[in-house]
Structure formats: C-alpha cells, structure tokens
C-alpha cells in the first residue's frame, strides 16, 4: 500500500505540471491565487459530498483542527503560490531542476523537528551533488529569470516545511491523509482570498474567463480536478511513508518530466552549462534515491 501511494503520488505530480504549464503558458493565465482558491473550494466540496453519502469519513474542521493545521496550511500556500509562479517563466526541466532540491531541505528539517540523525557522508555528497547541478544549470540559462528562480527557491523551502509538518501531525495526531486535505483546504481558503483580492488577481482573472475560449474552461477544470488529486496523493504518500519518501519520488518523477519537458512548450535551448547542470542534477537525484531505499532496507532488516 505505501509503494501504491508513492506511485500514486508521482505520477498524479507529473501530470500536474505539464496541465499547469499548459494553462499559465500557452493560454497565458497568470493567476495563480486564483486557481488555487478553486482547487480549495472544489477539494472541500467533493470531500463533504463523498462525506454525505457515506464514501470517506472525516473529522470535520473545527477551530481547534483548524488552529493544529494552520502551520503546515501557511507554508502549504506560500509553496503553491510560488510554484505556479515559477513555472509561468520556467521550463518544465529547469523546474524540476530546482524542485530536486527539496530533499536537502528535507534532511535538515527532519533533523530539527523530528529528531532523526544527520544524515551519512553519502547521502551529503549526493544532496550535493543536486544542488551544484542547479546552480550550475542555472548560470547556462539563457532565459533566466530572477523573478523565477526566487519564486523556486522559496517554494521548495516551503514544501521542506509543510511535508515536515504533515509528517509530525500524522505521527502526533494520528490524523489520516483525507482528514488533513479538507482542514488544509478549509484553512488556505481566506488566505487565498486575501491573496486574490490584495493583488488584484480577481479583477483581472474575471475578466479573463468571461472573454477565453471553451478550450481553456477545459484545462481550468482540467487544473482544478488534477490540483486536488495530487493534493491527495501528496498527503497519503506523506502519512503512510514520509516526507523524505515523498520528496523522493519527486525526485523520480522529475527525471520523466525533464526528458519529456526537454521537448515541449518551447523546449530549452541547450547549453553546456545546462546540459551538464541537468546531468549532476539527475544522477545526483537517482543516486540519492537508490541510497534512501537501501537505508530502508537496511532498517527493516535490523531485528524487532
């Protein structure tokens, strides 16, 4: 069931990347507060229906779910926010490029907030690995943005944080991946709705939708319906393995989607400094892989 949920989770990722690269960049719809606040309102409603009718079964939010959520709701909206906002001006594989540096921020919040130990010289050579090939991926892009690469960096600080928190309630609290999303859910909404109306998103976003085309009400729902999947996904793999393990699979996916994104919406213009920077990046990633998955081997075979 764990691998299921990590299977699960990967490639419900993959999809959303390419349907949100879709959105902001061929229709040009740079509201990202704005969609997330309807993947809010859609997650809630579909979870209280299915509640109705007797298909899942919840705590329902209340002040004291709501205030136990809240900070892992926070740095849920400042990763979401970010994230879109990074793959409006990004390539799909220098996204993922950045995005594989989440594991780094894993090992150290893990550190700190649950207590686990320093990780071996190893894993810190490959984690290094990553991250040098980002920031030499970076130097060798000819379409940089600073704006972006900010945007990228404060979103996987910020995915770092909220796994880790995720993580600790559902060891502390028990809480199960479906309960978690519809607090999560309930909580972003007036963060969202602040957002949207401080920035003006919703004056400009409305306009937007009343003159688009039957197409883009497609991918709209489309990024909608897939948000809140992956939202899922994101939460049960996090509860039922870990946030490393679902920083992990990131990690895998994004291999996948950088082959792929290599030759979509655009494609990247090649440089050795972008090549090579991808190359590290990946291997470092696949590396750092196989040697989490041989600690856990190592773990299970230690005896009861």
Not at 163 to 179: C, G, N, Y
Not at 257 to 264: C, K, R
Request: hydrophobic content about 50%.
């Amino acid at each position: 069931m764990s691998l299921a949920a990590a299977v699960f989770y990967g490639v419900s990722s993959g999809s959303l990347a390419f349907i949100n690269k879709l959105a902001v960049t061929t229709y040009d719809f740079r509201f990202p507060a704005f969609l997330l606040l309807f993947q809010m309102i859609f997650t809630a409603c579909v979870l209280k229906l299915l509640k109705v009718i007797g298909k899942v079964n919840f705590e329902e939010w209340s002040l004291e779910a709501g205030w136990t959520c809240a900070v892992p709701s926070l740095f849920y909206a400042f990763h979401a926010v970010f994230a879109l906002t990074a793959l409006s001006d990004l390539n799909i594989p220098m996204y993922n490029v950045i995005k594989r540096c989440v594991p780094l921020v894993n090992i150290f919040l893990a550190a700190c907030f649950l207590k686990e130990r320093r990780p071996s010289w190893k894993i810190a050579t490959s984690v290094f690995i990553i991250t040098s090939g980002c920031i030499i991926a970076g130097f060798g892009d000819m379409d940089f943005s600073m704006k972006a690469y900010l945007s990228g960096v404060v979103s996987i600080f910020s995915q770092g944080l909220y796994l880790t928190f995720v993580q600790k309630l559902s060891i502390e609290r028990q809480h199960s991946a479906v309960e978690i999303l519809y607090i999560n859910s309930i909580n972003c909404l007036p963060l969202f709705m602040i957002h949207v109306a401080v920035s003006r998103e919703i004056l400009l976003a409305i306009p937007y939708l009343q003159s688009c085309s039957l197409e883009f009400y497609a991918v709209f729902l489309a990024v909608i319906c897939a948000g809140c999947v992956l939202n899922y996904s994101m939460f049960l793999c996090t509860t039922m393995n870990s946030a490393l393990t679902t920083s992990v699979v990131g990690v895998v996916k994004s291999v996948v989607t950088t082959v792929i994104g290599m030759f979509s919406f655009g494609g990247v213009q090649p440089t050795v400094l972008i090549l090579t920077g991808i190359f590290m990046n990946t291997v470092g990633g696949i590396w750092y892989t196989y040697l989490k998955y041989q600690e856990k081997l190592a773990k299970e075979e230690l005896p009861k």
